[in-house]
């Protein structure tokens, strides 16, 4: 459907006319497509795939394994290098998990004060349990990583570099292609965390040349219950699964399983069926929208809201270099929580906290975290002008001013 006011394309915001959501970092709403497709599924073949010799299993098969090649062709990468996981947190402790056999106590593992907690935690415990040692990048002044502090952050120990492509507090994305060419001249994997960018910009891992990289659809306009593990095929055939059971081996004896080949071997049990149909279908919505299209109407948008907040002196914006549109502000002497509920009372979603990436805040010298502001292809002039506006309440009614 072509529609200027994209408002009209998400049913949540069509039940919700004065709405204004200013969360999509957290999950994108989704758009009827989404919800059709996989309604269409649970009507018309909504079987069990790879396991019934019947004509509607082989059709829900066909779809589920049609959403895996859409994925794979969306970003650059083989059908086989793609696992369907139930969203990006577990594909990064998979990618943890099953890469900790090859690790010994003294390797380090490089990573960032930016992460969500996802992306890190996973490490941690490994090197809780001394598995392995944790070292993290300085960020320079404006909280960015740069190559500069990669090259001399690294030792004849680094073995994996884990890494955001872009952060869910500062909307900053990483300088990847040259960091991870330096990684991979010094044998390091790396491993990437594309939850945040991927509803705004296209990803190219063949380009990239990333080992392992993780999204979640949900926040692409996806339903949830679903995300992506990528790995290089070279690289996933020599991983053990850390999960066994249905539909994940050929051969099974007393003692002694013959495993499939990649990816199905990671995909035990029933999966996310037709949430990978939905994911396949909000692949194309964003198609249809134009990923190009989609930047510009966001960027636009975003350089509006930035500008306004630049002139309120009771805010500070933490991130005014953001790329992505994603805008980490606090009120002066406003409890970020206390804020949050002015702007709920006038129908505004925005995020209040630490946005589970608490290592930001704290780098950012922001004890109760931050609001957050993020935008998705529907947000328009008029919501900013709203959000200011319940900005100037807050600051009244705390400051009288
Ligand atoms: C940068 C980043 N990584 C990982 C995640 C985790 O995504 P999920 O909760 O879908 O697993 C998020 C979610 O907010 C995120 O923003």
């Not at 577990?90 to 090859?102: D, G, T």
Request: aromatic share 8%; hydrophobic share 40%.
């Amino acid at each position: 459907m072509e529609t200027s006011n994209k408002r009209l394309l998400f049913p949540l915001l069509v039940n919700h006319p004065h709405f204004i959501y200013l969360d999509s970092a957290a999950t994108a709403l989704k758009p009827q497509c989404v919800l059709d497709k996989m309604n269409e599924y649970y009507q018309l073949y909504g079987v069990n795939i790879h396991r019934g010799v019947y004509q509607l299993s082989y059709e829900a098969s066909l779809a589920y394994e049609e959403a895996r090649k859409k994925v794979a062709d969306w970003i650059h990468s083989q059908e086989e290098e793609i696992v369907f996981t139930r969203n990006a947190t577990e594909s990064l402790n998979k990618i943890c998990l099953m890469n900790a056999a090859m690790l010994n106590q003294d390797d380090e593992i490089l990573t960032t004060e930016q992460e969500h907690h996802s992306s890190v935690l996973p490490w941690m415990h490994l090197a809780g349990k001394n598995q392995c040692r944790l070292r993290y990048l300085p960020l320079n002044e404006s909280g960015e990583i740069t190559v500069e502090v990669f090259k001399n952050a690294l030792t004849p120990k680094t073995r994996i570099l884990a890494i955001t492509y872009a952060s869910n507090v500062m909307g900053t994305i990483t300088p990847l292609s040259e960091i991870i060419r330096i990684a991979h001249q010094n044998n390091i994997l790396v491993i990437v965390d594309a939850s945040q960018i991927v509803a705004h910009q296209r990803i190219n891992v063949k380009e990239l040349d990333c080992d392992y990289l993780a999204f979640s659809g949900h926040k692409m306009y996806g339903p949830t219950g679903i995300g992506i593990l990528y790995g290089k095929s070279k690289l996933l055939k020599k991983l053990d699964p850390i999960e066994y059971g249905g539909d994940m081996n050929d051969d099974v004896d007393l003692h002694q399983v013959t495993i499939k080949p990649i990816p199905h071997r990671f995909e035990a049990g029933t999966p996310a069926i037709a949430e990978a149909i939905g994911l396949s279908e909000a692949i194309s919505f964003l198609e249809e929208q134009g990923m190009d299209v989609i930047g510009k109407k966001e960027q636009t948008v975003h350089q509006y809201a930035l500008n306004l907040l630049s002139q309120i002196d009771d805010v500070i914006v933490y991130n005014p270099k953001a790329v992505l549109p994603i805008i980490a502000f606090n009120i002066k002497g406003v409890h970020p929580h206390d804020a949050a509920s002015f702007f709920d009372g006038n129908q505004i979603a925005i995020r209040a906290g630490h946005h589970c990436a608490q290592l930001m805040s704290k780098w950012l010298h922001a004890p109760h975290g931050t609001l957050r502001a993020s935008l998705g292809l529907f947000n328009t002039k008029q919501d900013i002008d709203k959000l200011i506006a319940t900005i100037q309440e807050v600051i009244h009614f705390f400051k009288g001013a």
